[in-house]
Structure formats: C-alpha cells, structure tokens
C-alpha cells in the first residue's frame, strides 16, 4: 500500500514541523501494513466482544480451573530465594546460557544415562523461549548442514502446524518449506499412511519437523508402534529430525514417555534437533525459558558446532536472559523440587483429560453426531474438533465461543463454569451448519 | 556419517578468550581490564541499590502473572524507554510519532532494525544497501548486520591513532562519499572502544552531511548515563538529531546502566515522520519478533518500567547511575596523574578526555602483549582498557605496569 509523501504540509503532525521551517522526507513510506496475526485478531475482536457468556478458547497458555495463568507456590517460593540470595551476581551469561539449565534441560529430554549424553555428543542450548530454539535450529542448519554446499531445505511441516513454524524457517534463509499430510478431518486422527507417502517422495537430507507428543494444534500423535515405523523411512531416506517439544510432561504426565521418540532416534544413532520449552510445564510464559538440544553423531565435532552455535546467538540475541532459566534449573536440580513439580504437572495433566472425558460426555448425552472417542485420544493443550471454518465462524459469530479457524481449541481453557454452553453450542453448530 | 562433520571451529570471540585467559592465570596481582561490565572498588559486579528494591516489589506483587507480554514487549517500558532517549519532553513524543520495540538487550534491539531495514528500506530486500560502522567498532556491529543479510557492511574512518582522538575529516570525508541512502551505525555516547565522542559541532556537521545526502541514522545507546554520569547530556547527539527532522532507529541497552546483563532488557526507538509511518513500521516488527524469540522476555523490562515511572525510583536510579560514572571518572583521573608522576613517556591526557568504559590507550600489539605475558593485565590487542577493572587497590599495579611496558617495548 503506497502512499504518497506529502510534502506541502499535511496533517497534523507534519504541519507542526514544517511550522519550524524544517524539510524533512519519509524514508518510510513505502513500508504497508502487515497484515494482522490473526491470533492477535482473534484476541482483539474477543475483547471487543460484550456477550456474557464469551469464551476464549484460541489461547496459547495452560488456564487452570478459574480460567487464569498460574505458577504453583513452589515457584513462587524459589523466586522469592533467588531475588534474596546473595551470591547471584549480575554477570552476562555465557552464550548457550546457564550450564545448570542447560544440563537438567537435556537430561529431561533424553535421560540422564543416554548414550549420546555419556559420548559427550549432546549440545544443548539456553534460547528464547521455543520459537528462539526453533529459530536457532534453523539458523544452525541454513549456515552448517552439509557444509559443502548451501543447504536451502527443504523443510518439512506437518499439516496443520503451529502458525508461525514456516516464517521462522524462511526468516533464517530456508525457503523451501513443504507440508506433509498429518490431520485427516475425516479420521479426526492422524493420517500415517498419507503422512508416509508424503515422506516417501522427499529428497534425502530433507529436514523433517515432528512434534514429540501433544501435538500443535491438533493434539493427535502417532503410536509407538508409527513412530518406529517412521524413524526406519527417516533413517533409510537419510531425513534430519528436528523435533518440537514445547510441553514435556503435559501430554500423558510421564515425562518419559512424552520424550519417548526423541529417546527412540537418539537410541538409534541418529542426529537430531529438538525445540523445547519450560513455558506451559512451570507456568513461566513471560520469562522465555526455552532450549535448543543437538544431538550429533561424533563426539569430535561437538566444540565446533558449540561455537558455530554460539556465534549465531551473538547475532540473534547476544545472550538469553537467566531469571526463569534459574528457577527452572533450581527445581530439575533438587530431587524435592522436582518430585513435587512433577506431581503439579500430572494435576495439570488430570484436570486435562478431565475436560476431555466430561466434554465427550456431554456431547453423547446431546446427541452430538460423529465419533468424539479423538477428544480423548488427544493430549496436551490442544484438541482438533474436527469442525469446519464455517462451523467455526458459528461458534463465533452467533455462540461468541473463539477456536481456531482450522477448529483447534486450547482444552483447559474449559472449565465447570463454561463446559455446558461450549458442548451445547459445539452441538447447535454441527446441527445447524453444514 | 554426521551431517555436521565438516563443521569449523568458529573463530573465538577476543573478548572472550581474554577472560578465560584470565581466570586461568594463576598470577595474584593479575587484572583483567578486558571485559565490558561495570565492576566495584573491589572488583566486584553491581547489583544497583534501586534494582534489589524494585525486584522485591516484583516478587511481593501477587497481582503480577508470568504470562507473555505483547509481541512488541511491555507497553509501559517501550514508552518510558523511548522517553530515556529522547527526553520527557521531545518534540517527536509530543507529535506522536515515536514507536518502540522491547528487545533482547542492546544486540537484539539491533537484530530488529537491522531485519526491519533489510527487508523495508531502500527498495524491498535491498541487501545492496552498504551499512557503515566506525573503525573501529563493537565487533558484533558487523555480524549482527550480515546475518540480517546485509552484503556490504563497511567501515568508516573514526579513530586517528596517531593523535589519538577523533579523525573528523574522514569521518566526514565518508559520509560525503557513502552512496545516497547508506545506513551509518552512529555511537550516541561513549564510543565503544575507543571512548572517543565527537563534540557537540563535530556531532553538527555530522548531521548536516547525514541530512544533505539522506544517509540513514541508526544510533547504539548501549552507555546512557554512564559517560557523564548525566543521563540528559549523554543524549544530546540523539536528541539533536531529532530536532533537525531525521526519522531513525536507535537501539537502547539497558544492560549497563541497570547492571542488568543477565537480564536482557534492551528497547529499540524509531522515530518516524508522522504516527501513521509508525504504525505501518511496528506493524512489520511484529512478523519480525514473532518469527526470532515471538515475545521478550518479561522480567528485566518489568523492573526497568517501574523504575523509570516511579518518581522516587527514578531519582535513586539515577543517584546509582551517576555513583558509576563518578567512580569511572576518578579511575581516569587517578590513572592519568599516576602515569604523569611516573613520566611515563608519551602523552595521556587522553585517558580523561576519553568518556565512558572503555579506554583506547594507544599501546600497541607488543606492548599488550607484554602486560598480559609479563604483568598478568589482560586488556584488549587493540590497547583498548575497561576502566571498571581499575580499583584503588590496583592502580598502582597498572600504572607502574603501563609505564614499565612503555619503557621496555616499542
């Protein structure tokens, strides 16, 4: 959208400096708008919004049972010590950030006696929350993966995804970014065998993006039993994993088992990236508390992937910020902490599936048509209705009920208070709209 | 086979090396007058009084949560930091046309407009454009402008080594030459690392080049406050090139001034011709930051928004501010007059007509090497010193060693 500079005056403001005589010209002007994020869209016209009974349930954070963010009072209690302890000095953290949180971050992923981590052939680093760790990964493969040439992708996202997974690659230079088949809506579950096809027909050294439990946005993963079956195409196709990891722990409460394909590639010698966050596990959202994970192949190249890594952040971020890193690395280190940490994350865990098994309920009891057995098939934050755009707009426009347009919602976003009104409109609008 | 097997060691960052040097020197005199943080008389880091305050008043507030703050960061520190830069009652405030970004400390807040310039200034994806940074320069000016891909990042002329101050007449004799449109990284105060600032009509016809040859403005701030120990005075470069009608960026750090390195909390101020060119440019930084760390972090820029909207915060902030400045100042003037009384050959006035941290002593590769090999004092290959290494207790130690190496090595 081009407008013109004016340089008679104008309004306002213009006309004020031009009083003082000054010329000054619009370097500007040809910027246009972007075009709005549409979860920012969504939020503002939710606001707007004056219906009583209005539910958000597009949102990125964990809400507890009064709808609110929280952190548990354990946390609470650790910043109070940290904001207290004497000994923390202000210093510029090192590049890769916190050693401590870097450390119990990779041990929570793979396992503390992993061989790749007892090789010595693990990186893992500190970022800015997981779209910094994700952008870090992409940066790492644009500049150094197959060093002989310059590796433009492609890339390989899983359709649906989160929405600003594809940006992220083209921003670090990567733009060859495709999609592979992954919700079926008439399946409401995953396509594998599609998901497989897709895979099949992709150039060797492709990188592929697998989210390792609770899915986004969908909420539906593959079984063990696929994800073998889909480490051996990786593995015979030469494909580079590049897993997501955003919520270890809040899929199933078992943070093993929510880690369990990464542990499976890592057991089998393979080479891989993962993206985690501490964001929605310790309800530190602000804060940013991210981490890279590269697990290579040699021991020999470890330093000098570190440093190319390093060098990268000292063009992104310089270094990443400590305050939640300290909370987090203070709570994976203390046997206590952690136990009770972990108890909190499977109550989150609990009132999730909950929801889950209270909304199918009432949906059978309403006669709600289809299967809804994908409610509670799914984990995690997220769940893929399975709801069509128009179905979607319903909700929105005539329920004033807010998913995403690809009809994925943020489960613990319902509660006792609003269950029955979102169950009984999700109803109207499969009844009504077609 | 890895597919990362090829990879090279990256080329360590000097700064770096310099202090693991230095830790693992066994010498107990040693100094480390290397690294770029501010430091006590007894050589420790900072934690300013008004910041203890205020992150308790942080940790007892139960209405604060810890959810992700606004894409472009918290709104009450965007403003109020903008505010810091261009004075409470800036003209471009008043007119609306000032904007903001929350970033990750100073670096980010140049990644920013630097992604913002590449891909939205002079002609779409101009990666042509040449961005100039002073010789010398912080050396992360450059990689943080390639990465953003810019392919044709240039010095300009600054530091005259053999009178050891500014060389104006390149400096301006480059922006005369540069191609219209050029991006020129200009230091607000406190030059990093030479200390050399130009004079307020140096800074004139600076501006006057920069103007008649439309060359793009992109201040660094990372030192506010802590050149003069005046927060006002150290912006006057910055402020006098809004009153002569650039639009601009200029990328704020906070990690000096608060002492809060660890904490990231930088804030990049454009300011535009009219709320409109603004509002289109924030627009296009928020896909930006979305698709880098898609929202900063919250913690630092909290404490820096109270701070700096508290009345009384404000005031002991700026109490501590000017309490390292001073410190720095009499560092300088405490070296200066040891370096004389000992008739250490050469002239070092230059040591207190210099600003800010940092000091270029004009020792050359040999002499440095010198004082690390022989006298455990790490500074920087280019004889570049921070002056917050310098405690009572050691000067003397320096002061002897910079004569002895000036003697003994030419």
Redesign the interface.
């Known amino acids: 959208m081009r407008?013109t500079c004016n340089s008679d005056g104008?309004?306002?403001?213009?006309e004020?400096?031009k009083a003082r005589g000054?010329?000054?010209?619009?370097?500007?002007?040809?910027?246009?708008?972007?075009a709005?994020?549409p979860e920012?869209k969504l939020l503002a016209d939710f606001k707007k919004d004056t219906h009583l009974s209005k539910v958000y349930l597009a949102g990125?954070?964990y809400l507890n049972e009064e709808g609110?963010?929280?952190?548990s009072p354990l946390i609470g209690k650790i910043?109070?010590q940290i904001?207290?302890d004497p000994t923390l000095?202000?210093?510029?953290?090192s590049s890769v950030g916190l050693p401590e949180f870097t450390r119990r971050a990779t041990e929570l992923v793979l396992g503390r006696d992993c061989h790749a981590i007892v090789e010595n052939r693990v990186l893992g680093v500190q970022t800015?929350?997981?779209?910094?760790a994700v952008?870090l990964g992409a940066?790492l493969l644009k500049h150094?993966?197959?060093?002989?040439g310059v590796w433009c992708g492609p890339v390989y996202l899983s359709s649906p995804c989160d929405d600003?997974l594809a940006?992220?690659f083209?921003?670090a230079?990567i733009q060859d970014v495709r999609r592979y088949r992954y919700w079926d809506t008439e399946q409401r579950g995953v396509c594998v065998q599609k998901m497989m096809e897709d895979l099949e027909m992709a150039p060797e050294?492709s990188v592929i993006v697998l989210s390792a439990s609770a899915h986004c946005p969908t909420g539906s993963d593959l079984s063990q039993k696929h994800w073998r079956l889909l480490t051996q195409l990786m593995v015979r196709c030469r494909f580079?994993p590049f897993f997501l990891l955003p919520a270890q722990g809040l899929c199933h409460g078992d943070f093993e088992q929510d880690a369990w394909p990464v542990r499976l590639c890592a057991s089998l010698g393979m080479?891989l990236l993962c993206a985690q966050s501490f964001?929605h596990s310790f309800?530190?959202?602000?804060?940013?508390v991210g981490h890279l994970l590269c697990v290579?192949?040699?021991s020999s190249?470890l330093?000098?992937?570190q440093?190319?890594a390093?060098?990268?952040v000292?063009?992104?971020?310089?270094?990443?910020?400590?305050?939640?890193a300290r909370v987090v690395a203070t709570v994976l280190s203390n046997p206590a902490h952690h136990v009770e940490w972990q108890e909190g994350v499977k109550s989150m865990v609990e009132r999730g599936i909950l929801v889950r098994e209270r909304l199918r309920e009432k949906l059978r009891l309403l006669g709600c048509p289809g299967s809804w057995d994908h409610l509670i098939q799914q984990g995690g934050l997220y769940c893929c209705t399975g709801l069509n755009v128009q179905q979607v707009e319903f909700l929105e426009k005539r329920r004033h009920i807010y998913l995403h347009p690809n009809g994925c919602l943020n489960v613990s976003a319902i509660n006792s208070r609003n269950l029955d009104y979102v169950a009984e409109s999700i109803h109207l609008a499969l009844t009504s709209v077609f | 086979m890895s597919l990362f097997g090829e990879v090279p060691q990256a080329i360590p960052v000097a700064v770096f090396k310099l202090s693991n040097d230095f830790k693992d020197d066994p010498n107990p005199m040693k100094v480390n007058l290397g690294v770029g943080a501010y430091r006590t008389d007894e050589g420790q880091p900072w934690v300013l009084p008004v910041v203890k305050k205020v992150e308790k008043i942080i940790v007892a507030d139960n209405s604060l949560n810890h959810e992700y703050l606004p894409i472009l960061g918290l709104p009450e520190f965007r403003s109020s930091a903008s505010k810091i830069a261009l004075g409470e009652d800036s003209p471009a405030i008043q007119e609306n046309r000032v904007g903001a970004v929350q970033c990750l400390g100073g670096t980010g807040a140049l990644k920013m407009g630097a992604e913002f310039l590449r891909r939205w200034y002079n002609g779409n994806d101009n990666m042509k454009t040449p961005v100039y940074v002073s010789a010398p320069t912080w050396e992360n000016h450059n990689s943080v402008f390639a990465n953003a891909g810019f392919e044709d990042v240039r010095p300009y002329k600054y530091w005259d080594a053999e009178k050891r101050g500014l060389d104006l007449a390149g400096f301006l004799g480059d922006l005369e030459t540069a191609p219209k449109h050029s991006i020129f990284v200009l230091h607000a105060c406190a030059h990093n690392p030479t200390g050399t600032d130009p004079t307020h009509v140096e800074w004139m016809q600076v501006a006057e080049v920069m103007k008649r040859r439309k060359l793009f403005v992109f201040f660094d701030s990372a030192y506010q406050g802590f050149a003069s120990g005046c927060l006002d005075k150290d912006a006057w470069a910055v402020r006098y090139f809004v009153t002569q009608g650039f639009e601009m960026f200029c990328a704020q750090s906070f990690s000096k001034n608060f002492g809060l390195y660890n904490e990231r909390v930088g804030n990049l101020t454009i300011v535009a011709r009219d709320a409109d060119n603004v509002r289109r440019v924030l627009s296009q930084m928020e896909k930006i930051v979305r698709v880098t760390w898609s929202n900063p972090p919250s913690q630092g820029a909290r404490l820096v928004a109270i701070t700096l909207n508290t009345a009384e915060l404000f005031a002991e902030w700026k109490d501590n501010v000017k309490t390292m400045a001073d410190r720095v100042l009499s560092m300088r003037a405490s070296l200066q007059a040891k370096l004389q009384a000992l008739g250490t050959p050469g002239t070092w006035g230059h040591i207190t007509q210099q600003i800010g941290m940092f000091s270029f002593t004009g020792l050359n590769p040999k002499q440095v090497e010198y004082m690390i090999k022989e006298r455990s004092i790490y500074l920087m290959a280019s004889g570049r010193i921070n002056m917050c290494g310098l405690t009572t207790k050691n000067i003397d130690y320096v002061a002897k060693s910079i004569h002895e190496t000036v003697v003994n090595v030419q």
Do not use: H
Request: hydrophobic share 30%; proline share 6%; aromatic share 8%.
């Open positions: 407008q104008g309004v306002g403001s213009t004020n400096v000054i010329t000054i010209f619009s370097i500007f002007v040809d910027t246009p708008t972007a709005p994020n920012t990125r954070e609110q963010t929280s952190v910043m109070q904001c207290t000095c202000p210093e510029y953290p800015v929350g997981c779209t910094g952008r940066e150094w993966y197959n060093v002989r600003s940006g992220i083209e921003a230079g050294q580079f080479e964001s309800g530190l959202y602000g804060e940013r290579l192949k040699q190249t330093l000098a992937v440093s190319q390093e060098k990268q000292r063009a992104l971020w310089s270094r990443p910020s400590v305050g939640g």
